[in-house]
């Protein structure tokens, strides 16, 4: 974790239980700041127009984008850590209406109406004040939470030891081009039993998940402005003709083309 970054606050609006309150909307920069691992008994969307937050949750960590939001269950720990300037965006929703919303936390490709539903929340401010028009406009934002599907841009960890091992080395080194048989070797177990941790414990086979690895790191650097050769290198990328292709085969555009929706779509 860089050093630099500054402890932030957690926000009190995700503690107050007010079923006359259904939702409360939060909207602040952050520069370059964690806010630490907590929980709170109301769920969150969170969401940034510009920048890009790392969240981890449970064994799992999201990199959030201006593409995406991402949606946490009340009680559920998480961490952010907030890349450079972000413009972050968050909703608490009331304990009493999680009636038919996700139960598990995961990122989620946001449309530009549930964007403008947060907005709109947002302007409402903070004093408790719900009029039957904001009630209406509550009501429809939560139909709309209730219809957000999974996006895949997530990376599973673990806590098996011999496992963390292996993917704490390949997080400190996103570039490695090791084989599998030499993180085998340095946790002391065979290619085909380390093979088979990460499809037990990971739900994915190595090379899948060091590429998934890969795409996080990459969309993490297009939304801190990096250019594409640049970070095809920063990667591993003999070319940056590779690393595009890579992208594009698993994201279903290109980086150049990621950029331009991210920055459409604010």
Not at 63 to 68: A, G, H, K, M, R
Not at 115 to 135: A, H, W, Y
Not at 158 to 187: C, F, G, M, P, W
Not at 188 to 195: D, H, K, Y
């Amino acid at each position: 974790m860089n050093n630099d970054y500054q402890t932030y606050k957690v926000v009190d609006f995700g503690f107050q239980i007010n079923p006359e309150l259904p939702v409360v909307g939060y909207t602040e920069m952050v520069t370059d700041a964690v806010c630490i691992s907590h929980s709170h008994p109301r769920a969150q969307l969170i969401y940034a127009t510009s920048g890009v937050m790392n969240v981890v949750v449970n064994n799992q960590i999201w990199v959030v984008n201006p593409l995406q939001g991402l949606w946490i269950p009340g009680d559920t720990e998480h961490q952010v850590t907030f890349q450079k300037d972000v413009n972050l965006y968050s909703v608490y929703v009331d304990p009493s209406f999680m009636d038919g919303l996700p139960k598990i936390s995961f990122s989620f490709d946001i449309s530009v109406f549930l964007k403008q539903l947060v907005f709109k929340i947002i302007s409402f401010g903070t004093d408790g004040d719900i009029s039957p028009s904001k009630r209406r406009i509550i009501d429809v934002f939560l139909d709309e939470l209730a219809l957000i599907e999974p996006s895949a841009t997530f990376l599973p960890t673990t806590n098996h030891e011999r496992l963390q091992k292996v993917v704490e080395l390949l997080l400190e080194d996103v570039a490695s081009k090791h084989s599998i048989d030499y993180y085998a070797e340095i946790a002391f177990m065979s290619s085909r039993t380390l093979s088979r941790l990460f499809i037990k414990e990971l739900g994915m086979n190595f090379s899948d998940w060091r590429i998934r690895l890969k795409l996080l790191e990459a969309i993490k650097r297009l939304g801190e402005k990096q250019s594409i050769k640049e970070i095809a290198f920063d990667l591993g990328y003999e070319t940056a003709s590779a690393f595009i292709h890579m992208f594009k085969k698993h994201l279903g555009t290109t980086p150049a083309n990621y950029i331009d929706t991210t920055s459409e779509n604010v």
